[in-house]
C-alpha cells in the first residue's frame, strides 16, 4: 500500500495533541481536588488556553489531511477509492485471500489422436562444384610456310566456351603470349596466333603457364621444315606431321608403302642342257646390277636429342610398402634413360634418376620413392629435366587408399583401384576423366 511522509508525521502530531488535550482535561479536577482548593481563575484560563490550542491544532491537521487525500488513493485489486490514512507498505496488512482451488478430474484422451510430429524437410543438396578446367598443349607451328606462328591449346570439357582462368606461353627466352580469362573456346580448341615470330625455326621450348609461374605443360619443339608442325597423337606422344588442324583433332599421314621390287627374269632355258660345275662354291653368283631387298618398317625414333619420358602412373597412398611413380618411354629401342631425369611434388625435388637408370623391355621405369613424400590429400607431380625443364605434370587427387592416378591411352588422367607398376595400367571407364598436362 502507498503511504504519504508528510500525511503520516502530520497525524502522528495531531494524535499526540488529542491525547494531550485529554489528558488535561481530565487532570483538571484531579488538580484540583489534590490541592484541596477549587481551581483559580487563573488555573482554568492556563489550562483552557492549552486545550483550545490543542483543539486548533488537530483541526488544522485534518484540515490538511482531507486536502491532501484528492491526491492519494489506495488501490486494491482493480478498484481505486481515496483513503484517509496512509501507512508504509511494510506496515500495513495485505494479506489476500487465496483463491479455491477446484480439483478437476483427469481427462482421458486414450480417445483423442496425438498430432503427428512436423517431419523436417530435408537440406537441399549442394550444388557440385565444377571442376576446374585442365589445359594441354596440342599443336604448333614454329615454321609456317605463310601467315603467322601459332600454337593450339585444347581444353578438358568440350562445353567450356570461355578458358575462366588467365594463361600464358613461353618459350626458351621468355613469355611470348598472354590469355585473358575471357578468351573463347571452340570445341574443346584454343589457337592462339603470336603477334610476331617467337619461335626458333631450328627448335625451342615451348610451355603453358599460369600467371604464377605454375607449369601447367611443356614440350620441345624440334627443327622443322616450312609447313610441319609439331602436333600430339592420341597416345599422347609428340610428332612431325605436315597435316595442319588448327582448331580441329591432330592428323598423322601414313607412311607410304614401299614400292614392290621385280626380281630378275631367269634366261635360262629349262630344256637346255647346263653344263656340271667345276666345284662347289659357296658364294652366290655374281650379278651386274643387285637389286637391294626391302627392310621391315621399324617404329620411327622420335626427334630430339632425348628420347621422350612421361609419367604413366602414381602411388601417394599405398595401402602398404612406399609410394611410388611410373614412367613411359615410348620406344623398345631404349635400355636407360640416358639423361638425368627428376621428380617433384608441390614442394620441391622428391627424387633424382641417373642417365644409366635402366628401362624394362616394356618400356616403363618404376621409381619407388624413399619416404612419404606425395600427401594423401592431394599434389603436383612433374617430370623434369636436370636444368629445370618441365617435361610432364599432372594434379594428384585425393585418392582412395590403395588406388593410384593412372593415364589412359588417350592422355587423360584417372584414379585406378587397380595399380600396375611397371605394366600397362589397367583402368576404368573414363567417365569424367581430366586431361592431363604431357609433353
Not at 487465496?98 to 483423442?112: C, D, G, I, K, R
Not at 621391315?296 to 610398402?321: C, K, N, V, W, Y
Not at 585418392?399 to 583402368?427: C, F, H, I, K, Y
Request: net charge negative.
Amino acid at each position: 500500500m502507498p503511504h504519504h511522509p508528510f500525511l503520516r508525521n502530520h497525524l502522528s502530531l495531531a494524535i499526540i495533541a488529542t491525547l494531550t488535550l485529554q489528558a488535561a482535561t481530565l487532570s483538571l479536577p484531579r488538580m484540583a481536588a489534590a490541592e484541596d482548593a477549587p481551581p483559580t481563575h487563573a488555573l482554568l484560563v492556563k489550562r483552557f488556553t492549552w486545550a483550545t490550542d490543542g483543539l486548533a491544532m488537530v483541526g488544522e491537521m485534518l484540515d490538511v489531511v482531507h486536502r491532501s487525500n484528492e491526491a492519494v488513493t489506495v488501490t486494491s485489486g482493480s478498484t481505486e477509492k481515496p483513503s484517509m490514512f496512509c501507512f508504509p507498505v511494510d506496515a500495513a496488512p495485505t494479506s489476500t485471500p487465496a483463491e479455491p482451488v477446484s480439483e478437476q478430474a483427469p481427462q482421458n484422451n486414450s480417445s483423442q489422436t496425438p498430432a503427428p510430429a512436423p517431419t523436417p524437410s530435408p537440406n537441399p543438396a549442394p550444388a557440385p562444384i565444377p571442376a576446374p578446367l585442365s589445359f594441354s598443349l596440342n599443336e604448333a607451328v614454329s615454321n609456317p610456310t605463310s601467315g603467322k606462328e601459332w600454337v593450339e591449346i585444347t581444353v578438358t570439357s568440350s562445353n567450356a566456351t570461355k578458358t575462366d582462368r588467365a594463361l600464358e606461353l613461353w618459350d626458351a627466352a621468355g613469355r611470348i603470349a598472354q590469355i585473358s580469362a575471357e578468351t573463347d573456346v571452340v570445341a574443346g580448341h584454343l589457337v592462339v596466333m603470336l603477334p610476331s615470330a617467337k619461335l626458333n625455326n631450328d627448335g625451342d621450348e615451348l610451355s603453358l603457364r599460369t600467371p604464377d609461374g605454375l607449369t601447367l605443360a611443356h614440350t620441345t619443339i624440334p627443327s622443322l621444315e616450312k609447313g610441319e608442325s609439331w602436333a600430339r597423337n592420341a597416345a599422347g606422344n609428340w610428332a612431325v606431321t605436315n597435316d595442319l588442324t588448327p582448331g580441329a583433332t591432330n592428323r598423322f599421314p601414313a607412311p607410304p608403302a614401299p614400292e614392290p621390287v621385280d626380281e630378275p627374269a631367269d634366261e635360262t632355258s629349262p630344256d637346255e642342257p647346263q653344263d656340271e660345275p667345276a666345284h662347289e662354291s659357296t658364294e652366290p653368283p655374281a650379278t651386274e646390277n643387285p637389286v637391294p631387298l626391302p627392310t621391315p618398317q621399324t617404329p620411327a625414333t622420335p626427334i630430339g636429342p632425348h628420347l621422350p619420358a612421361f609419367l604413366s602412373e602414381a602411388m601417394s597412398r599405398p595401402s602398404d610398402g612406399a609410394e611410388w611413380v611410373e614412367l613411359y618411354v615410348p620406344t623398345s629401342a631404349a635400355t636407360t634413360l640416358g639423361r638425368e631425369l627428376q621428380l617433384w611434388d608441390a614442394a620441391g625435388r622428391i627424387a633424382t634418376l641417373g642417365s644409366d637408370t635402366p628401362v624394362s623391355a616394356s618400356g616403363y621405369v618404376l621409381v619407388t620413392l624413399s619416404s612419404a613424400k606425395l600427401n594423401n590429400s592431394g599434389d603436383d607431380l612433374s617430370l623434369r629435366t636436370a636444368d629445370g625443364v618441365v617435361l610432364d605434370s599432372t594434379a594428384i587427387p585425393s585418392v582412395d587408399e590403395g588406388s593410384s592416378w593412372a593415364r589412359t591411352d588417350d592422355g587423360q588422367w584417372v584414379a585406378s583401384s587397380a595399380p600396375t607398376p611397371s605394366a600397362a595400367n589397367v583402368l576404368p571407364s573414363v567417365a569424367g576423366a581430366s586431361n592431363t598436362t604431357t609433353s
